[in-house]
């Protein structure tokens, strides 16, 4: 495992030396001490920056995996009962375009977590290194990098509350280490199942959190493993490796804390307290909340489409709508009415109809009487178009 982790050994092992000395270089002392621990914290904010575009595209990933669940789970019932291979194959061509709609796979949230277990496994094992390094007894090494046998009695001589780095549970009988350990287990496995809780429940829409949803039964189950494989593995990891593990699940709680909070998933808690915080600065600085902004566009389009349907048209004459009667395509009802009456189109579906009263209600502000007496000039307006029309085609 040594050899197949050499080359990331060496980077782990760069990383710390070279923060060390920017440490030492601000005035840290040199040596054993605080500087080695606040090395390994380092370690763990380069790496975090390093995969902050997985980590992007792990918060996308869970965000179209949530609002793809009601699809989902409709393409789930429409093929319950159908177990013959043919529709096993149909169901799994469609369930993955429907990931590829909505950009995402069911494995993007596992990036993060991926990635950095090469580097874990390479942290683990340098610490597990330090004694033998020091010694002058590690392989075929002098050093780990420029981790030299010097710097490695330093870093192993460092502690974090009276226990060293390279200590842990199962290979001290020093009670101060156990103690810190079961501590730094205790806060490992806490900060990681509040990220999890966090994401899945304040960060998922209402229509997500059905108990039928095999997406948040599977993050219920996470939940509830990740904290205790931490938990019984824990023992193991050496102070340094556990002191990596609670910066990086600290990093990604307050990662996660401020993407929720300002990039909410629709329809989720997360997204009703975020559209709170902006209409309270909204209204504060005088402008209209969020909702009245999205109903004024609303009304802006529905206004646009009812002008592109009041378009004016050319009488139609006796023998060309006979021919039209005759013709073996169908009118179309918006047609009909342009020829029977000749002049300007102001015929709405029922949904038109119903929409461009809720903007003159709710937008425009008139009341039920000013609503119904445009409502009757507009028709009396049309029953003079007809008439005129009606003169005309008389001459």
């Not at 380069?46 to 995969?51: A, C």
């Not at 229509?207 to 997406?215: I, L, T």
């Not at 002008?307 to 395509?329: E, T, Y």
């Amino acid at each position: 495992m040594d050899t197949m982790l050499w080359p990331l050994k060496v980077v782990v092992a760069w990383v710390m030396v070279y923060i060390h000395k920017a440490l030492t270089f601000i005035g840290m002392p040199d040596g054993p001490g605080v500087a080695w621990v606040l090395s390994i914290i380092g370690l763990t904010m380069v790496v975090r920056l390093l995969i902050m575009p997985l980590f992007v595209k792990q918060i996308r990933a869970s965000r179209g995996m949530q609002l793809m669940q009601p699809e989902l789970q409709a393409l789930q019932a429409k093929y319950k009962d159908k177990k013959d291979p043919a529709s096993r194959q149909k169901m799994q061509e469609e369930t993955m375009a429907l990931y590829a709609k909505h950009g995402t796979n069911p494995f993007s949230s596992c990036l993060p977590l991926l990635v950095q277990m090469p580097v874990f496994f390479a942290l683990f094992r340098v610490l597990a290194s330090l004694e033998a390094v020091a010694q002058g007894t590690y392989a075929n090494h002098d050093s780990i990098g420029p981790l030299t046998a010097q710097l490695a009695a330093d870093v192993q001589a460092s502690s974090v509350f009276g226990a060293p780095l390279s200590a842990s549970f199962m290979n001290s009988d020093d009670m101060t280490t156990k103690v810190v350990t079961v501590v730094m287990i205790i806060i490992m496995s806490a900060t990681q199942w509040y990220t999890m809780a966090q994401l899945s429940m304040k960060n998922m829409p209402e229509s997500a959190k059905n108990s039928d949803n095999p997406m948040m039964r599977s993050q219920r189950m996470m939940m509830t493993i990740m904290p205790i494989f931490f938990a019984f593995t824990g023992v193991q990891f050496q102070i340094g490796v556990l002191v990596y593990w609670v910066t990086t699940n600290l990093w990604t709680m307050g990662q996660q804390f401020f993407t929720i909070r300002n990039m909410p998933a629709p329809g989720s808690e997360a997204e009703k307290k975020h559209r709170a915080r902006v209409n309270a600065r909204r209204a504060a600085k005088g402008l209209p909340t969020l909702e009245e902004e999205e109903a004024a566009q609303r009304a802006a389009e529905l206004a646009e489409q009812a002008g592109q349907r009041r378009q004016r048209v050319q009488p139609v004459r006796k023998d060309r709508q006979k021919r039209k009667a005759g013709s073996a395509v169908p009118t179309a009802p918006e047609e009909q009415r342009e020829d029977e009456v000749g002049g300007v189109v102001e015929g709405f579906t029922a949904d038109e109809e119903a929409a461009i009263e809720e903007i003159e209600t709710n937008i425009v502000g008139l009341t039920p009487e000013e609503i119904a007496r445009r409502r009757y000039e507009k028709r009396a307006r049309q029953r003079q178009q007809r008439k005129n029309s009606s003169k005309k085609r008389r001459r």
